[in-house]
């Protein structure tokens, strides 16, 4: 499978979109705020503790506080907690070869309780695991690690650990000792897929590199007073050759001189044998065009997407989940009805395994397939989606299907999904996603009427509402105002406002002839 990179860069905002055989299966948007954070470390003050929930609020120096679980805490005598590791030492920090994100950070289970962990006013040096979503602050951990090409860095923890890619059982040991021999600290160290075959003094440079990294973010520390950041992590550019280019993709295409100018000069001091293409595109038409990514990130963007054979599946975003219903749609089958629903469900189970990957759908996903009546058909859907999802590299589970035909699944959340970043609530319908019909309209009017005009000395009344309702009210809905002007004995005048909003209407009464 052949795969590319196309960045694109303007003064504020930075795409990156990773390309599997020409089509778009990933997208990384970074607009230069603090929507995208993950892996920054802070210096940053206890605002509140939070003993009912094990929990406190962190201030870094953002709009929103950061929230910290008692797991996440760091306790005093640190090293101690090694034996509540709960990782398997062969597991790398899930994603950290595929995201444009560090390496998840590492999960401890900690003895003791918040509030003997931290107290109101206390600094504390934390790092960004999640970015702020929504409504939701960014959470942060005491767990620090600083992610490298070849090797990640815990400076709080001493494990070892080798990424679960790399198989052959010989190269897991010569690295392993390698790195133990190599070792002069008392750090902790995952060895990367990208260190498979690496020789000795490219892991000795990258540890020196990391080791030198944490000192100065210590002594920046030690020299800062909260809340400050002391340490951010490469543009998202930058992250997506550390992290994607080297094990992903087979070429880089970016649409910005200085951008290109810049991953040159990164590849060529931090990864020197790196043999990949990095193209400067200065085409006349945006990259994007050229590539025609637009038309399929606009359609990302949608609830509905249609299947080649005719059927659809509807992607519905709520509050607490993401819900996905599948449709036969102008499917009509050639033979019988339960060939029909299940090639419609093997054909949605593909479009949802990919829809989820290029709009980073995270959380609780329900969906709803069509009814299949045979256990092995169900276990056949069960089975395609596993499959599909094999290519996602964030950390997915499935549960197998009800008798109603749904699956459950959750798929963990970093970043924000491609609906949060580019969309925001309808200020029409306040994110309700639907309108009142325009005969609810008439007859909301008919009720106002009823209500007020009692209230009003007037002979008649002028109603301005949108053109449409206005219509609706002239013809079809007609009987309402010569209801109205019958049980009032006033006159009702319908004037058509376009700038109005569908829903909306003004009454207005007339005290003189």
Known sequence: MYKELVVNVTDHETRVALLEDETIVELFIDRNDDTNITGNIYKGRVQRVLPGMQAAFIDIGLYQ??????????????????????????NEKE???????PPELIEFKTKGRIEDLLSEGQEVMVQVAKSPIGSKGARVTTHISLPGRYLVLMPTVEHIGVSRQIEDEKERTRLKELLLSMKKDSFGYIIRTASEHVEKDKLEKEMHFLVNLWENIQKKSQLATAPILLHSDLSITLRAVR????????KLVIDSRLGYESVSAFIKEVIPDLNVTVEHYDGFEPIFDAYNLEGDISRALKKKVWLKSGGYIIIEHTEALVAVDVNTGRYVGKHNFQETILKTNLEAVKEIAYQIRLRNIGGIIIIDFIDMEKVTNREKIYNALKEALKKDKSKTKVLSMSELGLIQMTRKRVRKSLNRILCESCFY?????????????CYTIYREMLREAPLMNSFKFTIRVHPEIAKLLHREENHIVTSLERRLGKQIIIYPNSEFHFEEFDIFESIKP
């Open 65 to 90: 506080a950061a929230f910290i679980y008692v797991d996440d805490v760091l306790p005093q005598g640190y090293r101690e907690i090694e034996e509540m590791f709960k990782h398997n030492a062969d």
């Open 429 to 441: 319908c306040e994110g309700n996603g639907m309108l009142l019909t325009g005969q609810s309209v």
């Open 243 to 250: 992290d994607l280019l080297t094990h992903e993709a087979d």
């Open 95 to 101: 994603g950290a070869d595929t995201e444009i994100e």
